[in-house]
């Protein structure tokens, strides 16, 4: 049963791709424009702006999440913000920008036939916003609000203390939403500014997900692109995170548990051991959640992942009121895998797991689109997006097994909590030799 549900998983994405027609992309005005036909009567058009928190600098935090939300929020040259939404509500289409680590996006979805009515909105939002005043304070304000939120909650403050510790003196320590200080002194002339500068033709790529011919969509692609200014490529820096020992930082804080993060080494974006090691991280969270939660009742939800961006990592979390028990069999369980390494049988079961719940997700036009864009603005090529289950199928045990051990090392450790209930000597030793696979 598990060898015929494999081969329908691995059969969907050709199943698919013969529903949707062959995905293709083209240059205008310098600009790469990537369409995938849809098979159906929704179109998905995303505009990505690369870069993400290598475009501002730390004061600035926060400054391309607003402008983002202004495009839609602040109306635009020709509409005040209740007219923009209104003509949109009228069609039931979605436009709307938010920004991440790696890049930005400015999205529209709408049924094709009502294309001709929302295109003109989504072009003169992106191209030309207002940044009326009284609706900028307003948006800067339900940010900080936003913020102060994530604040209060445990889970997120930990995520932010343990990439601001391990990244520090970087990019990658910035938040994109900003902090309460640097988002408060953000201003609606400042942030217009930052805009003009961000948004021009070498920073840009363009993807379309629907059915619509290609004449008329390079006519349409081409009348925004002629509004945008020219600018050159712009170089994004990929860099390569690898603590130099197994370091701890406790931080007091009033709560009923502890949480727990860490951040260790991953693979770059494009490079080969990057599926490997997004299969190995997956395995492994379901062996750290058995160990941690189900064999010793250490956390309620225990998690690992890969965080797969310009500057890639993997995290290990738990909220447990015993630290030193959970670092003692967390470490226990990593130096097992190091000797022992993963099974075959783990190996098949994720392929089959991982790809199904992909190409689950991609039966959204936005969801194909998200893949698209993710593809390109982080490993430089969007037909991953297409690739990823002859990708997958490549991977062996022993690359499984090679790129754990290779990237699972050294961990940089942080505690929110009562650092009395922790020993850093734990959390700092070191871990047993792995085996050569």
Same mark, same amino acid.
């Given at each position: 049963?598990?060898?015929? !549900? @494999?081969? #329908?998983?691995?059969?969907?994405?050709?199943?698919?791709?013969?529903?949707?027609?062959?995905?293709?992309?083209?240059?205008?005005?310098?600009?790469?424009?990537?369409?995938?036909?849809?098979?159906?009567?929704?179109?998905?058009?995303?505009?990505?702006?690369?870069?993400?928190?290598?475009?501002?600098?730390?004061?600035?935090?926060?400054?391309?999440?607003?402008?983002?939300?202004?495009? +839609?929020?602040?109306?635009?040259?020709?509409?005040?913000?209740?007219?923009?939404?209104?003509?949109?509500?009228?069609?039931?289409?979605?436009?709307?920008? %938010?920004?991440?680590?790696?890049?930005?996006? $400015?999205?529209?979805?709408?049924?094709?036939?009502?294309?001709?009515?929302? %295109?003109?909105?989504?072009?003169?939002?992106? +191209?030309?916003?207002?940044?009326?005043?009284?609706?900028?304070?307003?948006?800067?304000?339900?940010?900080?609000?936003?913020?102060?939120?994530?604040?209060?909650?445990?889970?997120?403050?930990?995520?932010?203390?343990?990439?601001?510790?391990?990244?520090?003196?970087?990019?990658?320590?910035?938040?994109?939403?900003?902090?309460?200080?640097?988002?408060?002194?953000?201003?609606?002339?400042?942030?217009?500014?930052?805009?003009?500068?961000? !948004?021009?033709?070498?920073?840009?790529?363009?993807?379309?997900?629907?059915?619509?011919?290609? +004449?008329?969509?390079?006519?349409?692609?081409?009348?925004? !692109?002629?509004?945008?200014?020219?600018?050159?490529?712009?170089?994004?820096?990929?860099?390569? $995170?690898?603590?130099?020992?197994?370091?701890?930082?406790?931080?007091?804080?009033?709560?009923?548990?502890?949480?727990?993060?860490?951040?260790?080494?991953?693979?770059?974006?494009?490079?080969?051991?990057?599926?490997?090691?997004? #299969?190995?991280?997956?395995?492994?969270?379901?062996?750290?959640?058995?160990?941690?939660?189900?064999?010793?009742?250490?956390?309620?939800?225990?998690?690992? %992942?890969?965080?797969?961006?310009?500057?890639?990592?993997?995290? #290990?979390?738990?909220?447990?009121?015993?630290?030193?028990?959970?670092?003692?069999?967390?470490?226990? @369980?990593?130096?097992?895998? /190091? /000797?022992?390494?993963?099974?075959?049988?783990?190996?098949?079961?994720?392929?089959?797991?991982?790809? +199904?719940?992909?190409?689950?997700?991609?039966?959204?036009?936005?969801?194909?689109?998200?893949?698209?864009?993710?593809?390109?603005?982080?490993?430089?090529?969007?037909?991953?997006?297409?690739?990823?289950?002859?990708?997958?199928?490549?991977?062996?045990?022993?690359?499984?097994?090679?790129?754990?051990?290779?990237?699972?090392?050294?961990?940089? %450790?942080?505690?929110?909590?009562?650092?009395?209930?922790?020993?850093?000597? #734990?959390?700092?030793?070191?871990?047993?030799?792995?085996?050569?696979?």
């Amino acid at each position: 049963m598990k060898k015929i !549900l @494999l081969v #329908l998983c691995l059969m969907a994405p050709a199943a698919l791709l013969a529903q949707m027609g062959k995905a293709y992309d083209m240059n205008i005005n310098g600009v790469k424009v990537i369409v995938q036909p849809s098979g159906n009567d929704i179109v998905e058009i995303r505009t990505i702006i690369k870069g993400g928190v290598q475009n501002y600098s730390n004061e600035q935090a926060g400054i391309e999440s607003l402008a983002l939300s202004a495009l +839609t929020e602040c109306g635009t040259a020709s509409m005040d913000k209740n007219s923009f939404k209104n003509a949109l509500d009228a069609v039931s289409a979605q436009v709307g920008g %938010w920004t991440e680590m790696d890049f930005a996006t $400015f999205r529209m979805n709408c049924i094709k036939t009502d294309l001709k009515k929302v %295109w003109p909105l989504y072009v003169e939002a992106l +191209t030309a916003p207002r940044f009326d005043e009284k609706e900028f304070t307003r948006i800067r304000q339900d940010l900080i609000t936003q913020i102060r939120s994530m604040a209060s909650q445990p889970d997120n403050e930990t995520d932010r203390l343990a990439r601001s510790t391990a990244f520090a003196g970087t990019a990658y320590a910035r938040e994109p939403i900003g902090t309460e200080a640097t988002v408060s002194k953000l201003t609606p002339a400042a942030t217009k500014a930052y805009y003009k500068k961000l !948004l021009h033709r070498g920073r840009i790529a363009v993807v379309i997900v629907g059915d619509i011919d290609r +004449t008329e969509l390079e006519a349409a692609v081409k009348s925004l !692109l002629d509004k945008v200014p020219e600018g050159p490529q712009i170089k994004l820096q990929k860099q390569s $995170f690898t603590a130099t020992g197994n370091s701890f930082l406790p931080v007091k804080k009033d709560l009923a548990t502890n949480y727990v993060q860490g951040i260790t080494a991953a693979p770059q974006p494009g490079s080969p051991d990057y599926d490997a090691f997004v #299969l190995a991280m997956r395995i492994f969270y379901t062996r750290h959640f058995v160990e941690i939660r189900s064999n010793n009742g250490l956390s309620y939800a225990p998690a690992t %992942w890969f965080s797969g961006g310009l500057t890639p990592f993997a995290n #290990l979390f738990a909220s447990t009121t015993e630290p030193n028990k959970y670092i003692t069999v967390a470490r226990q @369980l990593i130096d097992k895998i /190091r /000797r022992e390494g993963f099974t075959d049988d783990e190996l098949r079961n994720m392929k089959t797991g991982y790809l +199904t719940r992909t190409w689950y997700k991609q039966e959204t036009n936005a969801e194909q689109a998200a893949s698209l864009a993710q593809n390109e603005a982080v490993h430089g090529n969007w037909k991953r997006a297409l690739t990823i289950a002859d990708d997958m199928k490549k991977v062996s045990l022993a690359d499984l097994n090679r790129v754990f051990n290779k990237y699972v090392t050294n961990i940089s %450790w942080v505690l929110q909590g009562d650092p009395s209930k922790a020993d850093p000597n #734990l959390f700092k030793q070191k871990e047993t030799p792995a085996k050569t696979f």
